[in-house]
C-alpha cells in the first residue's frame, strides 16, 4: 500500500503508474477520500475540544438553568461526534479499499509493457544443449520411465494435479536439500511454514484472497486460506511487530506447499508438471532496511543464479516489465530455464523471480523498525524463489535426458538422491 500522501503529492506519477501496469485503480478517488478523512478528523479534533471545554465549564458553580444549558450542549456534542465517528470509520473503510488497489511504483528501469513477452533479457548464463536425437518433453520421459501419473491424480484430485513416483521422489527431496543447503551457507534462518493463511495476511501481502480474478484456494468458513507460496507466512511471521533496527535484515527461508487455482491456464506451455495446482517450494523472504533493498534485491537474483548454475541448467534473466510485475513488486528479476522439451524446438520457461516490494507489504502487515530518531518507519520486504521444486524437475529431466529414455542426475544433486542415473525401463 502507497502513502495516501504520497499518493495526493505525487498523482500524476501514480496515475501514469497504475496505467503502465494494466490495472484498474482511482487515484483521484483515493486522493478525494484522503482529503475528506483529513478534515472530518480536523472537525472530530474540534468538536473533542468543545466536549472538554463543556466539561471543565460543568466544573464551576453555575446558575441551575445555564447547568441545564450546559448538560443539553454537552449531550448534543456527543451525538455529533458519535455520528461523525461512525462516518469517519465509514470513510476509512472506503479509503483503505480504494487505497489497496494502487500499486507499488515501480522502478524507473522496469520495462514498460503488459505481457511477459515485453521482458527485457539482460543476462544468459549456459548454453541449450545440441541434442544428437529429438529430445522429448518431461511428460513423455517421465511417463516413460514410471515417475509421474496425472491420470489417477484427476482421478483422486482432479485435473492439473500429480503423483511423483519412484526416482522422482528422491529427485523432489534432493532438490530440497541441495537448495537449502545453499541458503544456509548464505545465513538464511530455515522454516517449514503452515500450508494455511488468514485472508487478512494474504491482502498484506498483496494476494486477493476472494472473486474470480483471485488464484487462491479459500477454506469455506474460515476466513483462512492454502498459502500460493511461502512470501505469504513468511511475510506475515512479524506483521504487527516493530523488529530492532541492529537485527535488520532478516534472512529467513521457508519451506510449504503451494496451492493455486491456476483459474483460466492452459494450452501447451502449461501441461505437465509446469503449471500445476499443487507444488513444493523453497522461498527466500527478507526483512531489511529502505537503503539496504536494492543491494539485496540483487543478492537473491545471484543466488538464485547459483542454484541453477550448480544444476548446470541453461538460463537467462529477465527484467520483467510493468505489466507482468503484479502489485506489490517495484522490481522483479525472472530466472528462465532453457526446456528443450518446450514446444516444437525448445523454449525459456520461468524457473524463478524475485521482487524487492519495497514497503508496499510492510505497510498493510505493519511491521516497522525504530529508526535512530526514535520513529518508527516501515521496512523494506524481499521475496524469491530458491526453488519451485515441479519446474525445477522439468529443467532437469528434459536437460539431462539420453537417447535411451534415461535420466542423467546432476552431479550437485547425486549425493541427496544417491543415484547418477535413472535408468531407461527399455534396459
Not at 408 to 417: D, G, M, R, S
Request: aromatic residues 8%; negative net charge.
Amino acid at each position: 500500500m502507497l502513502d495516501y500522501r504520497f499518493i495526493k503529492e505525487n498523482l500524476d506519477a501514480v496515475k501514469k503508474n497504475i496505467q503502465d501496469r494494466n490495472m484498474n485503480a482511482d487515484a483521484d478517488l483515493v486522493v478525494e477520500l484522503f482529503d475528506k478523512r483529513t478534515a472530518l478528523v480536523t472537525h472530530i479534533q474540534m468538536l473533542q475540544q468543545r466536549r472538554n471545554d463543556n466539561a471543565k465549564a460543568m466544573k464551576g458553580k453555575l446558575a441551575p438553568e445555564e447547568r441545564q444549558r450546559l448538560i443539553e450542549e454537552g449531550k448534543s456534542i456527543k451525538e455529533d461526534i458519535a455520528a461523525e465517528e461512525k462516518h469517519l470509520a465509514e470513510l476509512e473503510s472506503q479509503l483503505e479499499t480504494e487505497g489497496r488497489k494502487i500499486p507499488n511504483m515501480a522502478h524507473p528501469q522496469a520495462p514498460i509493457g503488459s505481457l511477459d513477452t515485453e521482458n527485457l533479457e539482460v543476462k544468459r548464463v549456459g548454453t541449450p544443449r545440441n541434442f544428437s536425437f529429438k529430445p522429448k518433453d518431461h511428460v513423455q520421459l517421465m511417463q516413460d520411465l514410471d515417475l509421474v501419473d496425472f491420470d489417477a491424480a484427476t482421478k483422486v484430485s482432479g485435473n492439473k494435479f500429480y503423483y511423483l513416483k519412484n526416482e522422482a521422489v528422491f529427485l523432489e527431496q534432493a532438490l530440497v536439500m541441495y537448495a537449502l543447503n545453499i541458503l544456509r551457507k548464505h545465513g538464511f534462518t530455515p522454516f517449514i511454514t503452515p500450508d494455511v493463511a488468514r485472508e487478512e495476511i494474504l491482502q498484506g501481502i498483496g494476494f486477493n484472497p476472494r472473486g474470480n480474478e483471485s488464484n487462491v484456494y479459500t477454506l469455506e468458513g474460515e476466513q483462512t486460506c492454502l498459502v500460493a507460496t511461502a512470501e505469504i507466512t513468511l511475510g506475515g511471521y512479524h506483521s504487527s511487530e516493530i523488529l530492532p533496527k541492529a537485527k535488520l535484515p532478516l534472512y529467513y527461508c521457508g519451506l510449504s506447499h503451494c496451492f493455486r487455482r491456476e483459474a483460466g491456464a492452459a494450452g501447451q506451455f502449461s501441461k505437465g508438471l509446469y503449471r500445476v495446482h499443487q507444488f513444493t517450494k523453497l522461498e527466500m523472504f527478507v526483512y531489511c532496511l529502505p537503503e539496504q533493498s536494492d543491494d539485496i534485491h540483487e543478492k537473491l537474483r545471484l543466488i538464485e543464479e547459483e542454484i541453477f548454475s550448480g544444476l548446470g541448467i541453461p538460463f537467462r534473466v529477465v527484467d520483467t516489465c510493468t505489466g507482468d510485475l503484479g502489485a506489490p513488486a517495484y522490481r522483479k528479476w525472472d530466472l528462465e530455464a532453457w526446456m528443450p522439451g518446450r514446444g516444437e524446438n525448445g523454449d525459456w520457461g520461468e524457473v524463478t523471480s524475485t521482487s524487492n516490494c519495497t514497503d508496499f507489504q510492510s505497510r498493510r502487515l505493519n511491521v516497522r523498525y525504530k529508526d535512530d530518531d526514535g520513529k518508527n518507519k516501515y521496512v523494506h520486504m524481499l521475496n524469491g524463489t530458491a526453488v519451485a521444486v515441479s519446474r525445477a524437475l522439468v529443467a532437469v529431466i528434459e536437460n539431462y535426458q539420453n537417447e535411451d529414455g534415461s535420466i542423467t542426475v546432476p552431479e550437485a544433486l547425486v549425493p541427496f538422491c544417491g543415484f547418477e542415473k535413472i535408468p531407461s525401463k527399455n534396459n
